[in-house]
């Protein structure tokens, strides 16, 4: 899969829809049935590769029927893109989050591996680990919330810390908190996620686990949310064209030319960096 990323057959979808007689997207992928051979990646059969992304791709077909308000997608001077630009880089953000949860579950599932679910070991500098989270997904955790004045107007790494019963909140135990910009767990040193099976390694919650856990090692980073940037009806975005690998996970070491190859396969740049090591 790293070696085939969706993104390239994306980019022939887009082109077709853009420059042909198409009015929806659905009846272009009714040509792709045969092999497509690009210069580093073969499909032997895109058109089934390509629909169970469909619901991703007709967010082209806003370029021709014009409904709801598009994200506002900036720059990195914080200036409007135009909206073909942002339209590509929300389906590139929403394709490479379902594909990579894919490969990621391949790469960790099948280990037993508890990286991710850990809060940093008593030799580590860093001391907590913290796991974003969306509103919506804190019901998921049967632990204590903070979500008062004070830590809506912080965020973990502000300093001085958010004080918790007059200590620095991580050396609390684990704890959902309400930060400025998100919700997030928050695991201190040697805490663990309280929906970890210590004995079998495994996840309580495995289905329903949040976005986070969906993609720990390898993530797009196409766009970034910019809620201080939101308008009324318009989420907005900052435009990244990146990819990032967690250097801690043992994979993402051995497959670093795999990884790296897959980025620049879907026009993004490789990022590779430690999280908590």
């Not at 992928?29 to 092999?35: S, T, Y």
Request: charge should be negative; proline fraction near 11%.
């Amino acid at each position: 899969m790293l070696a085939n990323p969706i993104l390239p057959l994306v980019r022939i979808v887009q082109m077709l829809y853009i420059t042909g007689p198409f009015e929806r997207i659905a009846p272009i992928l009714d040509e792709f049935n045969e092999p497509v051979e690009m210069a580093a990646s073969t499909y032997p059969d895109p058109k089934a590769l390509l629909l169970p992304y469909l619901e991703d791709l007709q967010l082209f077909e806003q370029l021709k029927y014009p409904g709801q308000e598009d994200p506002l997608v900036l720059d990195e001077t914080l200036k409007p893109l135009d909206r073909f630009e942002s339209l590509e880089l929300l389906v590139t953000q929403q394709i490479l989050a379902r594909e990579l949860e894919k490969i990621n579950s391949l790469l960790c599932g099948p280990c037993g591996c508890t990286l991710c679910c850990l809060g940093p070991s008593g030799e580590m500098d860093q001391v907590f680990f913290e796991i974003p989270l969306h509103e919506q997904e804190t019901t998921l955790f049967s632990i204590p919330k903070i979500d008062t004045e004070e830590s809506r107007q912080t965020d973990p790494y502000a300093e001085p810390p958010l004080l918790v019963a007059g200590a620095p909140f991580f050396q609390a135990p684990p704890a959902l908190y309400h930060w400025k910009k998100n919700w997030s767990l928050i695991l201190p040193k040697e805490g663990a996620c309280p929906n970890l099976e210590r004995t079998s390694g495994g996840c309580t919650i495995y289905p329903d686990r949040p976005d986070t856990c969906r993609r720990p090692q390898i993530f797009p980073y196409a766009l970034e949310r910019l809620p201080e940037h939101d308008t009324v009806e318009r989420p907005a975005y900052i435009a990244r064209r990146k990819l990032l690998a967690i250097w801690d996970c043992p994979y993402v070491q051995e497959l670093r030319e795999e990884i790296g190859a897959y980025a620049q396969l879907c026009g993004l740049t490789p990022i590779f960096k430690w999280n908590k090591a």
